[in-house]
């Protein structure tokens, strides 16, 4: 079964630039989760959707963040504009639904630097 | 204090000793609690739950003190593929939408 696809998986982009992420979940799966990790702050939740309707954006760094899912196979983290300090490894993760037995599968990561 | 902490190491281990590592949280009402595994560049994996009454899968055994907010993971006979990044991860409500990983405890097993 394919798991969590994320795209790009590594980009490079000067200051100010606008950085699109792209994720596709697990196919049945209702939820989906965007996290940041970085050395410094660890693994971070930015937002998470159920049934393609965000539930929680509070992790969101700033106004240059944001999220959309206008479907159930496919959901965008964009960042505009980029900075510095937005270099880090964006994982996409999924799960069946929010319930605290559903695991959550992670995809393997878009990792971004931002120049 | 941070949410939920851990010892980032290292721990260099020799192959096939036994190695410890704890976690501490400091929201009591958190609901259940993990393990995951993360390898070097890659995206964490579900290892185990950790239930209070402690479980065991394979070499690997978890448990839980609800009283001291405390878990701890202990490895038996590490192999050299145990390598990796361990994240303690707790559910501070009902939602996956809850999950608070801690920072990971990096462990080296060496021939």
């Known amino acids: 079964d394919a798991g969590v696809i994320q795209s790009p998986r590594h980009e490079v982009t000067e200051m100010g630039q606008e950085v699109t992420l792209r994720c596709k979940p697990i196919?049945?799966?209702?939820?989906l989760f965007w996290y940041r990790q970085t050395m410094m702050r660890g693994l971070e939740l930015l937002i998470y959707?159920?049934?393609?309707?965000?539930?929680?954006d509070s992790g969101m760094p700033e106004d240059r963040f944001s999220a959309k899912m206008p479907n159930a196979s496919f959901s965008t983290l964009k960042i505009q504009p980029s900075e510095p300090r937005d270099s880090a490894v964006y994982f996409c993760?999924?799960?069946?639904?929010?319930?605290?037995?559903?695991?959550?599968?992670f995809g393997e990561g878009s990792w971004l630097t931002v120049v | 204090r941070k949410e939920v902490e851990q010892d980032p190491g290292p721990f260099n281990v020799p192959e096939g000793a036994t190695v410890a590592f704890n976690c501490t949280y400091s929201?009591?009402?958190?609901?259940?609690f993990f393990w995951y595994r993360q390898d070097c560049r890659k995206e964490p994996k579900l290892l185990m739950s950790?239930?209070?009454s402690g479980n065991e899968d394979g070499r690997f055994t978890a448990q839980l003190n609800r009283a001291s907010q405390y878990i701890s993971l202990l490895i038996r006979d590490s192999k050299l593929s145990d390598s990796a990044t361990y994240l303690c991860?707790?559910?501070?409500?009902?939602?996956?939408?809850?999950?608070?990983f801690g920072k990971g405890t990096k462990l080296s097993v060496k021939p």
């Open positions: 993760a999924s799960s069946q639904g929010l319930s605290s037995g559903n695991t959550i599968y």
């Open positions: 196919s049945g799966h209702n939820s």
């Open positions: 959707f159920n049934n393609n309707v965000p539930i929680d």
């Open positions: 929201n009591s009402a958190s609901q259940s």
């Open positions: 950790v239930y209070s």
């Open positions: 991860v707790v559910n501070r409500g009902g939602s996956q939408g809850n999950l608070i």
